[in-house]
């Protein structure tokens, strides 16, 4: 069977249960889809104690000593990985760093012989990354019962630490949810960011979540139930609280209706200083990085005081020791 | 020198009493020929104590702290470095991971040299994986006395861990190895995994060892000297306790007499439920992994009662961290 | 702004000012040059105190316990990287590798973006080598405060810890440096070993430092200003205490005026035992690795007791130990 058809049986409210043990705790991490208000909260909670001033000793704990995590990238990553990386050695855990570039992968079988094989070396926790939709959810299904799934990025459907780091430094930055505007600029259509971060301000109850992109790369609106799409600018950023521009692929621009050149996006798409005097005067700038600076936003914006974009990381590396830590709690049971 | 050449001076009756301290202890592990009994039985035994039930926490101590374990592959591989690098890292050590691409090695000198440079580091065990036949007897004849070289797979001549961690699952699925009938199924040929389980049941006094493959890749009888070589599996198979299927190359499929077509070699060489009603009654079904699902073994059968595939690995990890140990306590005379 | 302007703003006497802080302590190490005597000696006691017996424990701390170590390489290196990474983890640092193949590396900004996010993950110490200029000491301009830059290799202007691990060795050798006569045979013109050794010889006053090259691959004599240029190799052995061959690029051999081959390369420019007999009695041969054995360097001298080859890579080791708690102790006032 290709794998596509194997991934893809399930529907999505599947993964909202698939990832709550029996107790009504996290055991895997595969989407925000379905975590409730409180648990949300409790996992920013979480996330803040891990957090100490830039320049001081990290946090370190020795909660997952003895315990392995598998960081199993199926598409490259450096910035995901190393976060993650870090937050399973600061917990004291060991590491194994996996780069498979599974040429043979004709079917999900392999993936799952890989991930049968790890887990018979005692792997308690897969943090998985890959192209195709479907994946962690997939494997999710077939572990043992000790074992956690941590979705690191899942095509273009989910990407729930990048959701979570997204909402810790909107929290930080601006106490409630549910007066804000929060608007996300860019290639929309294919964010898992964009989506995670969606499910996640859905489920705090955000004030109006606008979404900017060009024609050619508006969402599906079943995919944003509660979100205005729109293509101009100006009208998503009028007034707006927070401000996050999308990373778009090069090989997009140019090649699609209404993107002409980077310049055109810029001109058109691009979040500068300028932009910002329609938003609110606090409001906060973000993105996901890696920085495209000068097509999705404008570089000396990138590093003005009113940019949270090297705190989301910061924040990311927490969220993901939190996440860690909440999983492994929760298999502690066994 | 040509490598070849470098590599190929020595017999193989050096290999086993190069690997052997002047006090009868392991010292490297190049080659399951040579062992004694009570020493293959020692080994087992000691790799019994580093299992754990699965969901357990694994079994970790500090005996490799403060030495160094560098992982030498010049021939890539996932599964069998893993398990290496876990079971380094859950006794304590250093580890060091090495994907080697040498380009420029065209003599055995520049191998000496990265061996010379990484022992002057302090670099107490290496485990050394390569597609050329005595690379790691030759490393070990070069290395300084405090050093051990741990054979990780070498060519299609010797897989060592892999022979000890097959006689393992074996013996805790069958107790005794003398009225055992044991049957190996596929390219033997060019198996190193068949020619170090062949050593080792040898010296366990397994009752009887039959190999079955298409005729173009059969051994040479020499290889196995106490073995029965068959082409026919209904004549392997009849009354065998353990049935063993090998992964075969796709790209040998199709291109060797005998052999047309997937199709076929399953239909002619495929382990399957069908199949197994010939083997004993309880007979377990054994692959060094990674399997071809459909091809080598059939799917269903993989994951059935009667397979003790993921055991292997978990037994292979155990293996390695009873042989890191061995050695370890060898040059703690130090 | 394209790389090359972005990193050669600024002159090389700004590294000197800007690696150390503002009381006088080595906070970054970007290159030899502006180190007083002082500070080289204590660096190399310093190194003197991780050296231990080969065969013995390495000599380990927990100096380093709850850093973050990157070793961020954007060209790549087997023993470098292997060397930095063994001397964080023996101090007890969390390592980060990260091999980094900057493809859109079109700007500055992208490594400067690298560095910002990892600097966000509380990584404290960066090992970096890049094959362009400039780009050790542009990060270190653009840093936190307590984050500290380590030159693993740049371009061919600098290589400060090979630098470091080679005054090490002589001085063991040979004690004083002021009446000694260092020779650097090869390819003088790429080297930035060379150019770190000549500026550590030159601030502890060696007596004659002789280069040794083809003449298409003679240094601009602005780099060596104390030096004498030289195109005969037994001119420049005569008498000599120290012998260093470089490694020369395969690819520049039979490309250049006057090297038409490796046997004339040899023939002209490798070192001999033969050709040793002009130097002292005692004269030591070392050789920065990895060798061209019998291009650069008779096989057999380099196993030699003359030879310093692998003590140069035990130091490097100690030497990397030595920076590492250096530059740690100076940002603990944090």
């Given at each position: 069977?290709?794998?596509?058809?194997?991934?893809?049986?399930?529907?999505?409210?599947?993964?909202?249960?698939?990832?709550?043990?029996?107790?009504?705790?996290?055991?895997?991490?595969?989407?925000?889809?379905?975590?409730?208000?409180?648990?949300?909260?409790?996992?920013?909670?979480?996330?803040?104690?891990?957090?100490?001033?830039?320049?001081?000793?990290?946090?370190?704990?020795?909660?997952?000593?003895?315990?392995?995590?598998?960081?199993?990238?199926?598409?490259?990553?450096?910035?995901?990985?190393?976060?993650?990386?870090?937050?399973?050695?600061?917990?004291?855990?060991?590491?194994?760093?996996?780069?498979?570039?599974?040429?043979?992968?004709?079917?999900?079988?392999?993936?799952?012989?890989?991930?049968?094989?790890?887990?018979?070396?005692?792997?308690?926790?897969?943090?998985?990354?890959?192209?195709?939709?479907?994946?962690?959810?997939?494997?999710?299904?077939?572990?043992?019962?000790?074992?956690?799934?941590?979705?690191?990025?899942?095509?273009?459907?989910?990407?729930?630490?990048?959701?979570?780091?997204?909402?810790?430094?909107?929290?930080?930055?601006?106490?409630?949810f549910e007066k804000l505007i929060v608007?996300?600029?860019?290639?929309?259509?294919?964010?898992?960011?964009?989506?995670?971060?969606?499910?996640?301000?859905?489920?705090?109850g955000v004030g109006e979540?606008?979404?900017?992109?060009?024609?050619?790369?508006?969402?599906?609106?079943?995919?944003?139930?509660?979100?205005?799409?729109?293509?101009?600018?100006?009208?998503?950023?009028?007034?707006?609280?927070?401000?996050?521009?999308?990373?778009?692929?090069?090989?997009?621009?140019?090649?699609?209706?209404?993107?002409?050149?980077?310049?055109?996006?810029?001109?058109?798409?691009?979040?500068?200083?300028?932009?910002?005097?329609?938003?609110?005067?606090?409001?906060?700038?973000?993105?996901?990085?890696?920085?495209?600076?000068?097509?999705?936003?404008?570089?000396?914006?990138?590093?003005?005081?009113?940019?949270?974009?090297?705190?989301?990381?910061?924040?990311?590396?927490?969220?993901?020791?939190?996440?860690?830590?909440?999983?492994?709690?929760?298999?502690?049971?066994?």
């Open positions: 069977m290709p794998v596509t058809e194997l991934f893809e049986q399930a529907p999505v409210i599947d993964d909202a249960r698939l990832q709550m043990s029996g107790a009504g705790r996290l055991r895997h991490l595969l989407t925000l889809k379905g975590l409730k208000r409180s648990m949300l909260t409790e996992l920013l909670d979480q996330s803040e104690a891990f957090l100490s001033p830039l320049g001081n000793v990290p946090v370190r704990s020795r909660s997952l000593a003895g315990k392995t995590v598998a960081n199993l990238f199926f598409e490259p990553s450096t910035r995901t990985r190393a976060s993650f990386d870090l937050a399973a050695k600061r917990l004291g855990a060991d590491v194994l760093n996996l780069d498979v570039n599974m040429s043979s992968r004709k079917k999900g079988e392999s993936i799952l012989d890989m991930i049968y094989t790890l887990q018979a070396m005692q792997v308690d926790i897969f943090v998985v990354r890959d192209a195709s939709a479907g994946v962690p959810a997939y494997i999710a299904r077939h572990v043992l019962d000790h074992v956690s799934i941590l979705n690191a990025g899942e095509s273009d459907v989910s990407h729930p630490t990048q959701g979570l780091l997204d909402l810790l430094t909107i929290r930080q930055c601006k106490q409630s608007v996300v600029v860019g290639d929309i259509a294919h964010s898992r960011v964009a989506r995670s971060l969606a499910s996640g301000l859905a489920t705090m979540l606008r979404l900017v992109s060009p024609k050619s790369l508006a969402p599906d609106p079943a995919d944003f139930p509660r979100a205005r799409i729109l293509h101009k600018l100006d009208d998503g950023i009028r007034g707006a609280d927070v401000v996050m521009a999308l990373r778009i692929q090069r090989e997009r621009i140019g090649n699609l209706d209404g993107i002409p050149g980077i310049d055109e996006y810029f001109a058109n798409f691009g979040i500068s200083h300028e932009r910002m005097k329609l938003a609110a005067p606090d409001a906060i700038v973000m993105h996901p990085g890696p920085m495209n600076r000068g097509i999705e936003i404008e570089s000396s914006l990138a590093d003005s005081p009113s940019s949270m974009i090297t705190r989301q990381v910061t924040n990311g590396l927490a969220v993901r020791m939190a996440i860690l830590a909440a999983v492994s709690r929760t298999v502690d049971t066994r």
